[in-house]
């Protein structure tokens, strides 16, 4: 069974970090690209983030670029989001996925190429 759980949020300050945790599990690692996505209330989700299931590559959305960054550890069972220079409009929940299609540059960022989804860690930013 695919399982993708999310850890970090909270209420954070403006201009202060947070790094969010994405537990992957169920399936293998290099077969997938992981996404980031999040919602904010009364707007669509959207992807800032994803890295390959193969090499590692790692696409930004362009509005975040710089202060968000993908990583993995343990074979990629663990992708982190580093988010910096937190901004009250980075307020939503926040997801991680899994797609099998992968993560190959910028339009992998779309919700409807992704599988398996988690179910959020909200993040409050506070100004």
């Known amino acids: 069974e695919v399982r993708l759980v999310e850890s970090g949020g909270g209420l954070v300050q403006a201009g202060r970090s947070l790094r969010l945790s994405c537990a992957a599990s169920?399936?293998?690692?290099?077969?997938?690209?992981i996404g980031w996505f999040r919602q904010a209330p009364g707007k669509e989700r959207e992807g800032v983030a994803c890295?390959?299931?193969?090499?590692?590559?790692?696409y930004y959305k362009e509005s975040v670029k710089g202060r968000f960054t993908i990583s993995s550890a343990n074979a990629r069972k663990t992708v982190y989001l580093q988010v910096d220079s937190l901004k009250a409009e980075d307020t939503a929940v926040y997801y991680c996925?899994?797609?099998?299609?992968?993560?190959?540059?910028?339009?992998?960022?779309?919700?409807?190429?992704?599988?398996?989804w988690g179910r959020g860690t909200q993040v409050t930013v506070s100004s």
């Open positions: 169920g399936f293998s690692s290099d077969e997938y690209g």
């Open positions: 890295i390959s299931g193969g090499d590692g590559s790692r």
């Open positions: 996925a899994a797609s099998v299609y992968g993560c190959y540059d910028v339009s992998s960022l779309g919700a409807p190429l992704y599988d398996y």
